[in-house]
């Protein structure tokens, strides 16, 4: 492979692609078209001295999904540099911060799930609107995200390269053309033969000046996707699979190396963007084992807003940043390039979290965009489903029961009942994304309920599924529930009630188990409904893998929709179904 057909490589990105393919091609490798028409910086140029360096500028977003419209509630605000919550993000003042940020030496990359879990204005159409955004914004390339597989990798591959979904069929706004810009991945691999599923690294000629990057996504992805997003996939060790890769970037003069890595870690609430998380995690252990040649590492996942100034492998200083969720931080990174070594001065790195805020005039083109989807999407969001007489609030009310977790339960066993033969039903507390609010806002309160509401309470798009477990198996999957990393309470139908004693040891919480009111046995066989995330083993419920006679039926939000229609107006239930001794 020639220097020229690598950069091809990285600038346009395929399918498949072994290490060994890549590892051709002499130290030095330019990424110009036109090569001879460039002179080398070894030539002396006594007459006009040129400066050592050249500045690069990244401006950085991660964890979009798909927030065309400014975000509301918590997930529209943030706390700015002097500790003030400001309301921040949306696709026009994303669009009118860009611009007042970006030079000529700018690149605009991300960190993953910028796609996947979005409201409907996206979700409705597969988020190609929201790709289309991020190419009107200049994105150059992104880490992949666990989110992005939540469709699979068939699904993401179109989303690149275009083409009309193969069920849905074209969106309003005809045949998708797909992204100007690639997802990368150094640490995704075809189980069949090892290659990769994504480009692992993009290159960018910058001021005659070579910037890579190089592409990670957190090897939990599996536990996290449903089994059915990440099917025929490896996801492996982030740093052994970045290291890889930056070693052969190198011996490709490639020395200026930045990670675009969708793992991080928490801060504590509320501080300011600019500060470090003072809990190292998962991505704190990336960040300081990747090999010293890479001078940069910014990362996503946990929606967080961080710049944290950790140590390479060699000792020297190299910056960790991360900036929050939903477009309501830019990273802005300066740094200069020394054209001798081609390698980042990492001294001159200035890494700096800027709030998305919205006292900026929102961009005109960038509204319009947004105005036109939202009009697509108007008759299926506005559609009326059902009633309710008061809020159904998604906040526990009840170690960790809430009204609306137990409406959904409900309408998960009604639509699994036929066919799946399910007696209880479960539901992950983190798969419900907002309340069900009585009144709307520019509404009188009338308490319907419309599809874009429901849809934003569910947004995912999960398929239900019903197996079969045994009394000692559910008990066993009821202690999950509790442990030292997390508390997930399950959301359950009024068909299942149980002790939880919240005094005791993990893994000796619940007792007094009954389905329909009767005590359960160890051997009893139990058919339980829950979504494919679930039953797939999601959020460390591993129990749910032992379960048999696995059925699938209807998509959660259809289950419902029809559960509203069937039932309007729902009043919020009494959250009694767990017995709380705390
Ligand atoms: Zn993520």
Redesign the pocket.
């Known amino acids: 492979m020639t220097p020229a057909s690598l950069t091809r490589l990285a600038l346009v990105g395929v399918a498949a692609v072994s290490l060994t393919a890549l590892a051709i091609g002499p130290a030095g490798a330019t990424s110009s078209h036109h090569p001879s028409n460039h002179p080398s910086h070894h030539q002396p140029s006594h007459h006009h001295p040129e400066p050592k360096t050249v500045p690069v500028r990244l401006l950085s977003i991660n964890?979009f999904h798909g927030n065309l419209e400014p975000p509301t509630g918590s997930g529209g605000r943030i706390t700015d540099e002097t500790g003030t919550q400001v309301d921040a993000g949306g696709a026009a003042y994303l669009a009118t911060h860009l611009k007042q940020m970006r030079d000529k030496n700018t690149v605009v990359v991300a960190a993953?799930?910028l796609i996947g879990a979005s409201p409907l204005i996206s979700a409705a159409y597969h988020d190609e609107p929201t790709v289309a955004l991020l190419d009107k914004l200049g994105l150059a390339t992104s880490a992949v995200?666990?989110?992005e597989f939540d469709e699979g990798i068939d699904e993401l591959n179109r989303i690149m390269k275009g083409g009309c979904h193969p069920v849905d069929g074209c969106s309003p706004a005809g045949t998708w053309k797909g992204s100007s810009f690639d997802y990368l991945a150094a640490n995704v691999l075809k189980e069949k033969n090892g290659d990769y599923a994504l480009p692992p690294f993009y290159v960018k000629k910058i001021n005659g000046v070579k910037v890579g990057f190089i592409g990670l996504?957190?090897q939990t992805t599996p536990t996290?996707v449903t089994a059915a997003g990440i099917k025929g996939l490896k996801f492996t060790e982030e740093v052994a699979a970045a290291n890889k890769v930056s070693k052969l970037l190198a011996r490709q003069g490639v020395k200026a190396q930045v990670v675009l890595m969708?793992?991080g870690d928490n801060v504590a609430p509320n501080q300011s963007p600019d500060a470090c998380p003072n809990t190292p995690g998962a991505g704190s252990r990336i960040a300081q084992g990747l090999d010293a040649q890479v001078d940069l590492v910014i990362s996503?996942?946990?929606?967080q807003a961080y710049i944290c100034k950790t140590k390479d492998p060699a000792g020297h200083d190299r910056y960790f940043t991360q900036g929050s969720s939903f477009g309501r931080v830019i990273t802005q990174i300066d740094f200069q390039v020394d054209k001798k070594t081609d390698d980042i001065v990492r001294s001159s790195v200035v890494p700096d979290n800027h709030v998305v805020t919205r006292t900026v005039t929102p961009d005109p083109e960038i509204t319009a965009f947004v105005q036109t989807w939202k009009d697509r999407v108007s008759t299926v969001a506005n559609r009326p489903i059902g009633s309710i007489t008061a809020n159904l609030g998604r906040n526990s009310t009840n170690g960790g029961e809430s009204a609306l977790g137990d409406v959904i339960a409900d309408a998960q066993l009604e639509g699994t009942k036929v066919g799946g033969n399910a007696e209880i039903a479960l539901m992950n507390p983190g798969g419900i994304r907002a309340d069900l609010t009585f009144a709307q806002s520019g509404s009188e309160g009338d308490g319907v309920v419309t599809y874009g509401e429901a849809f934003t309470v569910q947004p995912f798009n999960n398929l239900m599924q019903a197996v079969t477990l045994t009394g000692a198996q559910l008990d066993a999957l009821l202690e999950q529930q509790w442990s030292a990393t997390a508390t997930r309470v399950l959301q359950q139908s009024a068909t299942l009630t149980y002790t939880a004693n919240l005094t005791q040891p993990f893994g000796s919480r619940v007792s007094n188990i009954k389905v329909n009111g009767v005590a359960v046995t160890d051997t009893q066989q139990i058919r339980v409904a829950a979504n494919n995330f679930l039953v797939g083993g999601g959020d460390g419920f591993t129990v749910f893998t032992q379960g048999t006679d696995l059925w699938s039926g209807p998509l959660d939000i259809d289950a419902f929709v029809a559960y509203m229609g069937a039932h309007s107006p729902i009043a919020p239930p009494v959250t009694d179904r767990i017995t709380v001794i705390q």
């Not at 996503?300 to 929606?303: A, D, E, K, Q, T």
């Open positions: 964890d993953g799930d995200g666990n989110h996504v957190t996290i969708h793992e996503g996942h946990s929606h």
